[in-house]
């Protein structure tokens, strides 16, 4: 049964990281015409990545610890993501910061930046810019959701679609480019989709970790976005599959 094949593939390409149709082929005395089937199916439901002769495995992503604690982490690849994405911000452009870590280490560049409008969620730029006399300072209300001291759920969502922008960089929780990107918090997911609906251009910043794992909540296609700024680490293979798919990658 169908249903069962389904399991069996999933456990060992779990187990194995990756397999090919011929060995499928092989283990559960199906046709290859079938395996290809069931692979894409698989994939389609993001148990799987496929790949071409095969599939490997999907890495869940884990839980993340609290934004301050993950200030520290790949603190040096943040740095030099926040100030490449910083050249991308002109004199007097209305721009929407979201929450997370990555996105933060953007906002101390912004003081060079003349008549610059700024709208977020995120209580980590709003106290960065908060008095600086060259930035309109438009804050998001809502839900406090306190691991990420970001501002999510409904009251925020319709807020967030009362206004336009130039720019808007968002962080991701999980990246993949056949499976789009993935949340864990279903009220944070709406608000990110209504964030990406306000602005002719989206980048998303992420460092190399966010890449190649799938989270619980489908948020949108990798193709909802059209930069992403990562920094140097990130896989050639999963860089190139982002070019393919016709996103401006760069890499800080």
């Known amino acids: 049964m169908k249903s069962i094949r389904h399991t069996q593939i999933r456990d060992i390409v779990n187990e194995t990281g990756q397999i090919t149709v011929n060995e499928l082929n092989h283990l559960l005395n199906v046709s290859e015409a079938t395996i290809r089937r069931d692979l894409e199916e698989l994939s389609q439901m993001g148990w799987i990545r496929r790949t071409h002769g095969g599939a490997v495995r999907v890495e869940r992503a884990e839980k993340e610890p609290p934004i301050l604690q993950r200030q520290v982490a790949q603190a040096d690849e943040k740095l030099r993501i926040g100030q490449l994405a910083a050249t991308m911000v002109s004199d007097r452009q209305t721009i929407f910061l979201g929450s997370g870590s990555t996105v933060a280490a953007l906002a101390p560049h912004l003081r060079r930046v003349a008549d610059l409008t700024v709208i977020t ?28 001291m970001s501002m999510v759920g409904h009251i925020a ?33 709406m ?28 948020l949108a296609p990798i193709t909802a976005v059209h930069t992403i700024i990562s920094d140097t680490q990130l896989q050639p293979e999963i860089a190139s599959e982002l070019r393919e798919k016709g996103l401006d990658l760069m890499l800080a």
Do not use: W, Y
Request: one cysteine or more; proline letters at 3%; hydrophobic letters at 45%.
């Open 121 to 148: 969620n995120s209580i980590p730029v709003i106290n960065e810019l908060a008095g600086q006399e060259n930035i309109e300072l438009i804050v998001i209300g809502g839900m406090l959701r306190q691991s990420e």
């Open 157 to 189: 969502e319709m807020a967030v679609r009362e206004f336009r922008a130039d720019l808007v960089f968002m962080g991701m929780r999980a990246i993949d480019a056949e499976h789009g990107f993935t949340s864990d918090f279903m009220p944070e997911a």
């Open 191 to 218: 608000t990110d989709r209504a964030i990406l609906q306000i602005a002719p251009h989206c980048v998303v910043m992420a460092d190399h970790t966010k890449f190649g794992r799938v989270s619980t909540v489908f």
